[in-house]
């Protein structure tokens, strides 16, 4: 007598696509949503942020404070074929951008100080209109200390 074992459920090769189809959407940007200013994701000082450009016109934005001491040499650079805008928060004034102009050039933002206040972070690609599956984001600066005036008020 042959007995015959009957497996139930999906074949090998569908739990691996299963499971590579889970592990890429998790893998997804984690900043997501961040398509305009208000939805903006906070980075950090001397923090590099793991993202992506999921659909073809999509824009990423990150924003940061800088206390009241102010910020010197700050530092902002985004991997792949972008561009990238600083944007003072309040007045919505466009600070510096750059652009990678050829392929293994990176955008990267240098200002010598900025004043107290929120920023944006804005990033695209280049043509507006590709994939960018990762690309690192990185923002890092100097606080400068407030020291209170003793002598106030005087």
Same mark, same amino acid.
């Given at each position: 007598?042959?007995?015959?074992?009957v497996? &139930?459920?999906f074949?090998?090769?569908?739990?691996?696509?299963?499971?590579?189809?889970?592990?890429?959407?998790?893998?997804?940007?984690?900043?997501e949503? !961040?398509d305009?200013?208000?939805?903006?994701?906070?980075?950090?000082n001397q923090?590099?942020? %793991?993202?992506?450009?999921?659909?073809?016109?999509n824009?990423?934005?990150?924003? %940061?404070?800088?206390?009241?001491?102010?910020?010197?040499?700050?530092?902002? /650079?985004?991997?792949?074929?972008? /561009?990238?805008?600083?944007?003072q928060?309040?007045?919505?004034? &466009?600070?510096?951008?750059?652009?990678?102009?050829?392929?293994?050039? %990176?955008?990267?933002? !240098?200002?010598?100080?900025?004043?107290?206040?929120?920023?944006?972070?804005?990033v695209q690609?280049?043509?507006?209109d590709?994939?960018?599956?990762?690309y @690192?984001? #990185?923002?890092?600066?100097?606080?400068?200390l #407030? @020291?209170? !005036?003793?002598?106030?008020?005087d």
């Amino acid at each position: 007598m042959n007995t015959r074992h009957v497996r &139930i459920g999906f074949p090998l090769w569908m739990g691996i696509l299963v499971g590579w189809m889970a592990a890429t959407a998790s893998a997804q940007d984690a900043y997501e949503p !961040d398509d305009s200013s208000s939805m903006a994701k906070t980075i950090a000082n001397q923090e590099t942020q %793991f993202r992506s450009i999921h659909v073809g016109g999509n824009v990423d934005w990150a924003t %940061f404070r800088i206390g009241v001491g102010g910020a010197q040499n700050v530092m902002m /650079q985004a991997t792949g074929d972008m /561009q990238m805008w600083l944007i003072q928060g309040r007045t919505g004034a &466009i600070v510096a951008y750059d652009a990678a102009e050829y392929a293994g050039d %990176f955008p990267r933002i !240098d200002v010598a100080s900025l004043a107290p206040g929120t920023y944006f972070i804005q990033v695209q690609d280049w043509g507006n209109d590709e994939v960018i599956a990762a690309y @690192e984001l #990185y923002a890092g600066w100097s606080e400068v200390l #407030y @020291e209170a !005036d003793l002598y106030e008020p005087d």
